[in-house]
């Protein structure tokens, strides 16, 4: 098959669209899309390679499996291996347990199930996942075993018309499907293959049906791909359910741009699209790691610039020296294959990253870092280990979503949630609500006090159409029952709270639904606690750690929380409803409270869920005279 300029020039604006959204996303707010061009070419190389072998009756499921093994491996290896030498000296146990997990899985070919059902609601941010780009390179993988085996078997009884039609038809469906499922599982729809197998199957249509058309229609082809795609990439944002309908977008432009095959295109011919076409997967895989290191150290925002240059840079080092290098595939026998080197890479690195998960992050003395008294802090309060002293104190048979299936629970919440007597406090809202009811509950042991209070569930009056899937069907029947527990228990104080987004949410409504109900109760709406990225353990460890400045301003500090306290001041300090500010309490000019005491103990003990302790030093010194008053 001829080279094409113009594919490899696509591959360029995929992977600086990638690039620069992973980097700063204010830049290019949906170039996540750049994946799903990917997704696109794979399709098209691969219905390529293997329609040609089967028309030649010389394909061989093996010789193509080497092939992409020689092609993938070999960069991914290094690179996994990369971080194992870094994290050797420079993670924590849990982090490097996690790394040696994750480097597992990516070099498995499995690692979009593992980030799908690590997708959980007390789970590590997803920039704290060196190797999370992998999945979709899992996803590739993936297509490549089970896609051959599928047309090899399909051609011993179809000619190649029919498996032509089979495979259009196939991605018909396939985005039927993907629209469908987007909407009722997102994170199942966004991580597998069974809704991503739609994008690489239009590649194959795009291989074999080729238009036949005029050049200066190619060149409309051209645009046309290019604006669809370009649009995508502005037009769209991570807020959007993806892959869903919106796909076809970036979908359907790279579709065109291929059957525009225009390999004399200035677009994509050009000498710098074609440079970084070549080293497309290499700054792939490389510039992950450098969005996750700027994130991770709290970096400036100078430090974008370097991470990209150096994405670039050691791409283009990974293509030269690591890429390029021409490995065997023309083995003779089944034992020969035993010879591909690229899978000895795979399983020695694969096998230390499974080694150091195994070993929990190598937590012993010949690492350095797994003996600071830094590192046994986070781990106090990693979140794996704090998550035991909660069920209890969050009230957790409370909670309509299990956490640990994530999934909506089938039976009620336990009856001692609603059942401790009539009037006093009725709490109600997310994990920031259950946080907040241990404080509640030590500062007012004898006060009756009732709970509903959902992970990931805003107090509504109305249905939730924001959440999806199992978190929709746990809300609403989270708030169902609130509602209807309200009218039975007649609270005299109701308290609202959530993790983020209250300027979404109108409060006015449950306050409508006690004036229709003749209810007196008052409404306290709690604010955004003051939130950290990372967490303020692995902030308070890395710069913070035994010092006097209890109050802490740090660059990890979420600043999305000001403006929602903001705007909630605007909304509702004039109103019936009494807003309670965090921020107005634990913040000043001179930053937020971090530390509760002189021990380090941190408010929070993840990105913003009150620690224990931290749950009771707000109630009882800054919230106990609002909420006694309304007793």
Not at 11 to 31: K, Y
Not at 78 to 91: D, K, P, Q, R
Not at 116 to 126: N, P, V
Not at 462 to 477: G, L, P, T
């Amino acid at each position: 098959m001829e080279f094409r300029k113009d594919i490899n020039g696509l591959r360029a604006i995929a992977v600086i669209a990638v690039v620069l959204f992973h980097f700063n996303a204010s830049w290019i707010p949906g170039g996540f899309a750049g994946v799903d061009v990917f997704f696109v070419i794979s399709g098209f190389l691969m219905t390529g390679i293997i329609f040609r072998g089967i028309e030649k009756e010389n394909f061989s499921i093996l010789k193509f499996y080497i092939a992409r093994a020689n092609r993938i491996i070999p960069a991914l290896a290094l690179l996994c291996l990369a971080l194992l030498v870094f994290g050797w000296f420079y993670l924590t146990p849990f982090d490097y347990r996690a790394l040696g997990k994750h480097v597992g899985s990516s070099l498995s070919f499995v690692s979009n199930f593992i980030y799908w059902k690590e997708a959980g609601y007390f789970d590590t941010a997803s920039h704290e996942k060196w190797l999370l780009h992998t999945w979709s390179l899992s996803v590739e993988w993936q297509f490549y075993i089970i896609y051959p085996l599928v047309l090899v078997a399909m051609r011993q009884f179809m000619s190649l018309k029919m498996m032509k039609t089979a495979i259009l038809l196939g991605s018909v469906f396939g985005f039927i499907f993907c629209v469908i499922a987007t909407y009722q599982w997102p994170s199942t729809a966004y991580y597998l293959l069974h809704t991503r197998a739609w994008e690489m199957m239009i590649g194959g249509v795009a291989y074999l049906y080729p238009f036949s058309i005029q050049e200066k229609r190619k060149k409309l082809l051209e645009w046309i791909g290019l604006a669809l795609i370009l649009g995508s990439y502005w037009l769209i944002s991570k807020d959007n359910p993806w892959p869903g309908y919106l796909a076809i977008f970036p979908v359907f432009g790279s579709f065109l741009i291929i059957q525009a095959q225009r390999n004399n295109s200035f677009i994509t011919s050009n000498i710098v699209f074609q440079k970084v076409g070549a080293w497309s997967y290499s700054i792939y895989l490389w510039h992950w790691p450098f969005v996750v290191a700027i994130y991770y150290y709290s970096l400036d925002s100078i430090f974008i610039y370097f991470g990209i240059a150096l994405s670039i840079f050691l791409g283009f080092l990974s293509y030269k020296y690591i890429e390029k290098i021409k490995f065997r595939n023309d083995f003779t026998s089944v034992f020969g294959y035993l010879k591909c080197k690229p899978v000895y890479f795979l399983c020695i690195t694969g096998f230390l990253g499974s080694f150091i998960f195994v070993e929990n992050g190598i937590n012993t003395p010949i690492r350095s870092i797994a003996n600071s008294e830094e590192a046994k802090y986070v781990s106090i309060y990693h979140t794996e280990n704090y998550k035991k002293y909660l069920p209890k104190a969050f009230m957790e048979q409370c909670n309509f979503f299990d956490a640990e299936s994530l999934s909506a629970k089938v039976d009620d919440i336990s009856e001692t949630c609603t059942t401790n007597g009539k009037g006093g406090i009725f709490i109600w809202g997310d994990s920031h609500a259950q946080a907040l009811s241990y404080g509640i509950r030590s500062t007012f042991p004898n006060v009756h006090i009732n709970q509903v209070a959902s992970s990931g569930c805003r107090p509504l009056i109305k249905k939730d159409n924001e959440s999806v899937e199992e978190y929709k069907r746990a809300c609403d029947r989270s708030n169902d029952m609130a509602k209807h527990k309200i009218l039975d228990i007649e609270p005299k104080v109701i308290i609202l709270a959530q993790r983020i987004d209250h300027d979404k949410n109108d409060f006015n409504e449950i306050l409508q639904y006690l004036y229709e109900h003749n209810l007196g109760a008052k409404l306290i709406l709690v604010g955004p606690v003051p939130q950290w990225q990372p967490s303020l353990p692995t902030t308070i460890a890395r710069r913070h750690f035994n010092k006097d400045d209890r109050v802490i301003n740090d660059r990890s500090f979420n600043r999305n929380v000001l403006r929602i306290n903001s705007q909630l001041h605007i909304d509702y300090d004039n109103s019936e409803i009494e807003y309670f500010s965090m921020i107005d309490q634990l913040c000043n000019k001179n930053g937020c409270l971090a530390k509760v005491d002189d021990k380090n103990t941190p408010l929070v003990f993840d990105y913003g869920h009150l620690s224990l302790k931290g749950s009771k030093y707000v109630v009882e010194n800054m919230m106990k005279d609002i909420i006694s008053s309304y007793l």
